[in-house]
């Protein structure tokens, strides 16, 4: 009888025990969480990444362009792009600059599938070209987000990266 008693003593000491380190092991991530103090997402948004028909129109007006876009076409993996000059003022090259570097960077640091971009720029009412160029991927790996050196103009970092093609001397 006296094996008995020991046997329960031993065997209620384990159950307690083991309770006593169920218990704590459960406060552990408790704490973390404490300590941490924010929300998980429990789903995450996830950018498009691939540029299709299916999403080009959706991808082309969430770019902030100046100039007024004429015609878009996406072709094996090769989007084109025509923008018009509208005024009659004088024209400030800047923005037309400005809107060729935001459509290049946009195409190649956003999307995975483009691999070529062309853009053309006509004058007011007319198939006359004002700027135009042809920009592919492979021309800038070793700057591939598309980043101005300092004092770098978006024209001059098209010029060197790209280059600008004027008048009406492409089709």
């Known amino acids: 009888m006296h094996a008995y008693k020991h046997v329960s003593k031993g065997m209620v000491a384990a159950l307690t025990l083991s309770v006593i380190i169920a218990f704590m092991i459960s406060l552990i991530p408790n704490a973390k969480i404490a300590q941490i103090n924010y929300d998980l997402p429990v789903f995450k948004i996830q950018k ?3 540029l299709s028909n299916d999403n080009l129109v959706d991808f082309i007006s969430s770019i902030p362009l100046h100039l007024p876009i004429k015609k878009v076409i996406w072709d094996h993996n090769t989007l084109s792009v ?3 000059l509208t005024s009659d003022e004088v024209l400030d090259t800047e923005v037309v600059y400005l809107d060729l570097f935001t459509l290049i960077q946009k195409g190649f640091v956003e999307k995975n599938n483009v691999n070529e971009i062309f853009i053309r720029v006509f004058l007011k009412d007319s198939e006359k070209i004002f700027v135009a160029t042809s920009a592919k991927k492979e ?6 987000t598309m980043k101005l050196g300092s004092s770098m103009s978006n024209k001059d970092f098209l010029d060197q990266y ?7 001397a492409i089709r």
């Open 48 to 50: 498009n990444m691939v």
């Open 82 to 84: 025509d923008l018009t």
């Open 139 to 144: 021309d800038i790996m070793n700057n591939r």
């Open 162 to 168: 790209f280059g600008l093609n004027y008048g009406n």
